[in-house]
């Protein structure tokens, strides 16, 4: 097996471009992101000349701008004109556009269609009158699929507020911005994503980009969503499309844009940002991205592509069509809120991943709760569940792509319930009659009876000891039940002993006669009323008049209630775990890091091992392994502490021992950031 090298995500070309032969440069597909400033206009032309345009900026922009720059390039007919959605910075030149160069040389215009709510602005009226004017504006479907020629086909994944596989986007009809239109474009092995300006958060927009995520899968570039603002590409959208380059359509604006939280997300996800001006927002974080101030234009044979801006020109080597093979990576797994019948159990990845726990009462396990969601940060809830139980359980999460990531064996124990009869009693005023401790143990009208004190006030006053098995700091809940009666009716007051405090504190207080009453109390904070030995103490105080009296105890009861407590994970992998059936390089972990990091990879038999790291311009910079390593699951320690912030490749050479043929060499990207 042979696995080409992903190697040297940015290299600046240089004159070999200018010596390729124009028959290559034919087949390419362009992707202009034209410099409107605070607006967008994208212009793509297929390998065969088909022309779609997306967008044409604001009022003006059209005539000012658009046109100008497709008469530079000797375009005079455009095969599709789309409207992304119906704002003034998206379609107030597209009246333009379509005036400028004739209704009959436009070959159809798609749209949202007419659903509510509509704009009531000039710039759309006007638009609208255009766009009708060539009797070929259409509806944008779902689904459909536009072919550009050339094997490069346009798909709508999202449109009108609804997303493909998903349906209508919850709130998606508060803001025309939500209604926009998702295209993923497919040429070969190289795909792109252009969304108009749908958003990733619901308090202000809808969350179009959270389902939508995993419909698009990874692609080699994207447009930044809604200009780069605050309320757009959220970190589940970024990490899910894996883009290597982000532009960002922009100019000087009063809305913040480009956010910094937004800059941040791609540059986190090592993706390289090109802003097309400058806005008024954050800044590119170092390394990850220009200020073109120019139009960006992309240009792709449908493998590796170009970027360029200006007189630069940026290389990437695009995904080679290769499928996302590379599982989520699990970590901060954990259970909480232990109760005797649930528990939450909780984790994150790497990338957005659905959510499913395995658990049972061994390692078999043979029960699962699962959330299909695409998310990072994972929760689900056990219930049903047995108290004063051990619950063996793992986790998985299955990335976009179809990889699954299984974490290794945990356990829990839930909380349970106990019951205790008193152990002992103890007379502090008053005479033993007759009975003992053990006719407290079963309500059955056989009596552990006190006499009272025979001079003045007379009274009667006693306490039932137990000590409980388990451990004070795990007791929740505390319930006392008590059943008796007395000679005559008196005052019953029960206490429960304090040994925090030393004292006595009272829990119920009521007149009992000659009939038996049963008493229940609970205490939600016990850890005072219980010793460091698990020692509990009810007393049962009666206060008569001047005539004698018994008190005579039927039932006493302690019931504890405990929380459940997560027990040691196993941490080592099964002998299945640890043979690979692939040879394998996995993406590091944690990424981005500072300054330490953990690379894995699989061997599938013993072999000769190279693992070396470059910078970005293909200068190793430090080498890991180079020497005959067993089969196996291997993982090296890379320690960047005397390197500077950046983007790094690590690449990974492995021959197998009497098969040179099956040498695998294969790269990935990972990021220092101090």
Known sequence: MHIVSLFLKRILLTCIIIFLPMVLLAQDLEIHHINAGQADATLII????????????????????????????GITYLDFVVCSHYHADHLGGLDEVINGIGASNIGSVYDRGSDAPLPTTVAFNDYVTAANSTGR??????????????????????????????????????????LSIGWLLDYNSFQYFTGGDLGGEDTYYADNETPLAPQVGDVDAFKINHHGSQYSTNQTFVNTLQPEVGIIPVGTNTYGHP???????????????????????????????????????????????????????????????????TPPVISGVNVSSITTTSAVINWTTDEASNSVVEYG?????????????????HSITLTSLTANTIYHYRVKSTDAAGNTATDVDHSFQTGGTFSYSPTGTTILLGTLKSGSYTNLATNNASYYVVNSTTSGTRKTDWYGTVTVSQAPSTITELTITYDGKNSRSVTQTLHLYNWTTSTWTQIDSRSVGTSDVTITNTQTSPVNYISSTGQIHLRVLGTGTT????CSGDYMLFTVETSGTSLSKQVALSSAENQPTTYKLHQNFPNPFNPTTMIRFDLVDDARVNLTVYDILGREVMNLVDNEQKAGVQNVMFDGSNLSSGVYYYRLTVTPFGNQANTLIETKKLMLTK
């Open 259 to 325: 956010a910094q939280v937004v800059l941040d997300r791609p540059a986190t996800a090592n993706s390289y940002m090109y802003q097309v001006a400058t806005g008024s927002g954050g800044t590119i974080p170092a390394g990850s991205g220009v200020v073109a101030n120019i139009h960006v234009i992309i240009r792709t044979s449908g493998t590796s592509y170009t970027v360029s801006y200006g007189a630069v020109t940026d290389n990437y080597p695009g995904d080679g069509g290769a499928p996302d093979v």
């Open 137 to 178: 504006r259409y509806t944008v479907s779902l689904g459909q699929v536009l072919d550009l020629g050339g094997g490069v086909t346009m798909t709508c994944l999202a449109t009108d507020g609804e997303v493909i596989n998903y349906g209508v986007v919850s709130g998606a009809t508060g803001s025309e911005n939500d």
């Open 46 to 73: 297929s390998p065969t000349g088909t022309t779609m345009l997306i967008d044409a900026g604001n009022t003006g922009n059209g005539t000012n701008i658009v046109i100008p720059y497709l008469t530079s390039l």
């Open 361 to 377: 009462l061994t390692t078999s396990y043979g029960s699962t709760t699962s959330n299909s969601t695409m998310v990072t940060s």
């Open 547 to 550: 005539k004698n009296f018994t």
